[in-house]
């Protein structure tokens, strides 16, 4: 019965809990979408291959490869982090 009383009395919060429950959904997308490595991993072969065919020195390539490292390294500890809670 107390289940009920609650529901009722919860009832006019409907609303604001199903606005809460999207704007969950809605970081929880771009989350993952921001901590997904295949972009990244893809911009590393692109960056490779232009190194390959000479459309990139060999200072602009390590600098950006570094970049790239380094995100691969925060959405690895990301994903741990998030693995491990």
Do not use: H
Not at 44 to 54: F, I, M, N, S, T
Not at 57 to 75: G, M, N, P, W
């Amino acid at each position: 019965m107390g289940g009920l009383v609650y529901e009722v009395l919860a009832l006019p919060f409907a609303p604001v809990r199903g606005i809460g429950w999207v704007l969950q959904k809605v970081v929880e997308a771009a989350e993952n979408e921001y901590y997904d490595p295949t972009p990244v991993q893809a911009a590393l072969a692109d960056l490779e291959r232009a190194r390959v065919e000479g459309r990139i020195d060999e200072e602009s390539f390590t600098a950006r490869e570094e970049e790239l490292l380094r995100r691969l390294e925060e959405i690895r500890l990301y994903q741990l982090g998030k693995t491990a809670s």
